[in-house]
């Protein structure tokens, strides 16, 4: 059984930094793909980024540029390094974890193929 653990979410202004952290345990992260995901109120969970061990990342087209998800597998933690807030950030944060089926296998980004979850930061960015 994996337990994910997040932190530092908050309240920040537009243009500001965020960094948020997910401590893993039960698992080593280096065998899994670790995503960030994130709701806002009335809408759907969304993938935000994804990576294997840095190796395989992807993010999704509205933080391209500004989010940075990284691995650190000596501590088993993933984080993500958000840069140049909006307002349209705002949301529930998630770290979620899934086992690695490799670079050449297809695979959705869909939150229901992460079995595996943390219960969630809130971030808000103010205007």
């Known amino acids: 059984q994996v337990q994910l653990v997040e932190s530092g979410g908050g309240l920040v202004q537009a243009g500001a930094s965020l960094r948020l952290s997910c401590a893993a345990s039960g698992r080593a992260i280096r065998a899994m793909e670790m995503g960030w995901f994130r709701q806002a109120l009335g809408k759907e969970r969304e993938i935000v980024a994804a990576t294997w061990n840095g190796i395989s990342t992807n993010y999704a087209d509205s933080v391209k540029g500004r989010f940075t998800i990284a691995t650190d597998n000596a501590n088993n933690t993933v984080s993500l390094h958000m840069n140049s807030l909006k307002p349209e950030d705002t949301a529930v944060y998630y770290c979620?974890?899934?086992?690695?089926?490799?670079?050449?296998?297809?695979?959705?980004?869909?939150?229901?193929?992460?079995?595996?979850w943390g219960q969630g930061t809130q971030v808000t960015v103010s205007s």
């Open positions: 979620a974890a899934r086992t690695w089926l490799g670079i050449s296998t297809p695979r959705s980004f869909a939150s229901d193929t992460f079995p595996n």
